[in-house]
């Protein structure tokens, strides 16, 4: 499957995350799976971007499965014999069950309506086992109210410039990213990014009608108790 999302953002991904420790936010997924007391081989990652968290957890796990709908993305990962799958989260395509399936970085707030949060999560019943656990986490609102005065930056990378744009509507809880990028070539393109800022609760009661329940909901980064006003939080979700 083909899609244009993070076309050309692909290229300046790793750039524009240069100041994400992925190797604490790693530790911390690990952390959650030891706490969880899941035992598993093989994980699932959905909407892994450029893959760049799966390097830490090569030696944890014999069997990794790396999912993103950008396929410019998933082009940019170095996962060697990785499993790598093209597809949309709303339409996973996988017939077996997986025992850890996660996701990280506001991925799910890619979500746009409540309606494809609901077909999302119960996806995800689908395709986990009994005693499995999913985990993500989810920007809130304060997180984008925080962060818009430095995500309006420009750089330069590889010989490709760029401009980012953010503007958070809180009338619509959606959060616009606007590229615009130079191309080495000097041809210039333009990409928008759109992020749903669900409600705290939201989330609640569509995992709860999903078939799922919420196990914990922690402060992101921590294991202390969430709340709306938390930045960003951490979902451990379970069958019921
Ligand atoms: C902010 S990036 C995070 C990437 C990665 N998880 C990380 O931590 O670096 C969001 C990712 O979500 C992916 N994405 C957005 N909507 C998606 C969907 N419906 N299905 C699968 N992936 C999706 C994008 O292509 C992008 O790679």
Redesign the pocket.
């Known amino acids: 499957m083909l899609?244009d999302?993070?076309k050309y953002t692909?290229l300046i991904?790793s750039h524009l995350?240069r100041k994400?420790d992925?190797s604490d936010?790693a530790q911390y997924l690990s952390d959650i799976f030891d706490y969880t007391n899941v035992k598993t081989d093989t994980i699932l990652?959905?909407?892994?971007?450029?893959?760049?968290?799966f390097n830490h957890f090569k030696r944890k796990f014999e069997v990794i499965i790396l999912?993103?709908?950008?396929f410019?993305?998933l082009k940019q990962s170095e996962s060697g014999k990785t499993n790598l799958v093209c597809?949309?989260?709303?339409k996973l395509p996988f017939h077996r069950k997986f025992n850890v399936v996660y996701?990280?970085?506001?991925?799910i707030?890619?979500?746009m309506n409540e309606k494809?949060l609901g077909k999302?999560f119960r996806g995800i019943k689908r395709i986990i086992g009994d005693e499995a656990i999913m985990t993500f986490d989810v920007s809130l609102e304060k997180n984008s109210i925080k962060n818009l005065k430095h995500l309006n930056r420009k750089g330069k990378f590889k010989g490709i410039r760029y401009t980012q744009e953010s503007d958070y509507r809180a009338s619509q809880r959606i959060h616009y990213n606007h590229f615009t990028i130079m191309l080495p070539d000097g041809s210039i393109v333009k990409e928008t990014?759109k992020?749903k800022i669900f409600d705290f609760f939201t989330y609640f009661e569509v995992i709860e009608k999903s078939g799922l329940f919420v196990q914990d909901c922690f402060d992101a980064f921590s294991f202390e108790d969430a709340d709306p006003e938390s930045e960003r939080v951490q979902f451990i979700l379970r069958k019921q």
């Open positions: 899609n999302l993070y692909s991904y995350m994400i992925y936010w990652e959905l909407a892994c971007g450029n893959g760049t968290l999912s993103d709908i950008s410019c993305m597809c949309d989260m709303l996701s990280t970085f506001d991925s707030n890619y979500i494809d999302f990014h992020q």
